[in-house]
């Protein structure tokens, strides 16, 4: 059974990830229908960031996977050659 703790991170999470979401969604969706004078737009960085965040941010992932993996293998073998 998850603890109160656990419980409370999963909960803060889940509404970060829910708010994120839809921030982004109005970002790219509804927000090129609404005229640039209007005064919605103050609150969303330009389009062109819609693009560039979540590439940066997918490749950051992938380096700390790939950095994670590597660092595991290394350890693996290194206690692979102290039990030869």
Known sequence: ????????VGFGLV???LILFV???LWIIVLPFIDNN???HQYFLPREYA???P??????????????????????????????
């Open 51 to 53: 693009v560039i965040i």
């Open 15 to 17: 509404a970060f990830s």
């Open 55 to 84: 590439v940066v941010a997918g490749l950051l992932l992938v380096l700390f996977i790939g950095v994670f993996i590597v660092i595991v293998m290394w350890k693996s073998r290194k206690a692979a050659k102290k039990s030869d």
């Open 23 to 25: 921030y982004y969604t």
């Open 1 to 8: 059974m998850a603890t109160a703790t656990d419980q409370l």
């Open 38 to 40: 209007h005064g919605i």
